[in-house]
Nanobody, 127 residues
Framework: EVQLQASGGGLVQAGGSLRLSCAAS????????IGWFRQAPGKEREGVAC????????YYGDSVKGRFTISSDNAKNTVYLQMNSLKPEDTADYYC????????????????????WGQGTLVTVSS
């Protein structure tokens, strides 16, 4: 059974950093697209970043470009989201998701393409 576990959230001050982890079991990160999404209260789920485990190509949402970095350690079946220069508007529940059907980052910000989701990890950025 495919399972994803997101971790690493917490409370940080604006300008600080956090690294989120998404650990997978039941499959391997060798031919998947993995996405990070976030959802703040009253807002729609937003695609943050994606990576293809096949070729390590990446995608970033405009609001996080230059601040966040997604990476994949295929040997550990783990994807990371390094978040730097955090802003209060980054406050949200963060989720990771896996797409086994389309191992590219094209249209990876669409949450409907993903088959498996982990539970959220809360990131709170104080001003």
């Amino acid at each position: 059974e495919v399972q994803l576990q997101a971790s690493g959230g917490g409370l940080v001050q604006a300008g600080g950093s956090l690294r989120l982890s998404c650990a997978a079991s039941g499959f391997t990160f060798n031919d998947y697209a993995i996405g990070w999404f976030r959802q703040a209260p009253g807002k729609e789920r937003e695609g943050v970043a994606c990576i293809s485990s096949r070729d390590l190509s990446t995608y970033y949402g405009d609001s996080v470009k230059g601040r966040f970095t997604i990476s994949s350690d295929n040997a550990k079946n783990t994807v990371y989201l390094q978040m730097n220069s955090l802003k209060p508007e980054d406050t949200a529940d963060y989720y990771c998701a896996a797409d086994e059907l389309t191992p590219t980052v094209k249209a990876c910000a669409d949450p409907l393409r993903y088959q498996s989701w982990g539970q959220g990890t809360l990131v709170t950025v104080s001003s």
